[in-house]
């Protein structure tokens, strides 16, 4: 049994997609501030090691580096009903 986290991007009621990327919009530099900050344990996938982590306008996807990653964090600021990302507590967690 591994360390799991779950999320999701919902709209309905009064959360439309505009609302999500306005607030994604807003993230998005602590995201990029983050993804600077801990360079020396994220990159993009635990196997290549040598490509940074990515924060864009599009997606978040990051994961640790070499033995300290596991599965690659992705999020994107689009309706989804479900995803997750399993860490097994590693650095980037």
């Known amino acids: 049994m591994g360390y799991t986290h779950y999320f999701s ?3 309905g009621g009064k959360v ?3 609302k ?11 995201l990029q501030d983050i993804a600077h900050r801990y360079k020396d344990i994220l990159c993009h996938d ?3 090691v ?3 982590a ?7 996807w990051w994961n640790g580096k070499g033995e300290d990653g596991h599965e690659t964090f992705v999020f994107e600021p689009i ?5 997750c990302c399993k860490t097994a507590r590693k ?3």
């Open 16 to 18: 439309t997609e505009e």
């Open 91 to 93: 650095p980037y967690d």
């Open 20 to 30: 999500i990327a306005a607030g994604y919009a807003k993230a998005l530099p602590t």
């Open 9 to 11: 991007v919902k709209t």
């Open 50 to 52: 040598n490509t940074p």
């Open 54 to 60: 990515e924060v864009t306008e599009a997606r978040v």
């Open 46 to 48: 635990y196997e290549d």
């Open 79 to 83: 309706p989804t009903e479900f995803s």
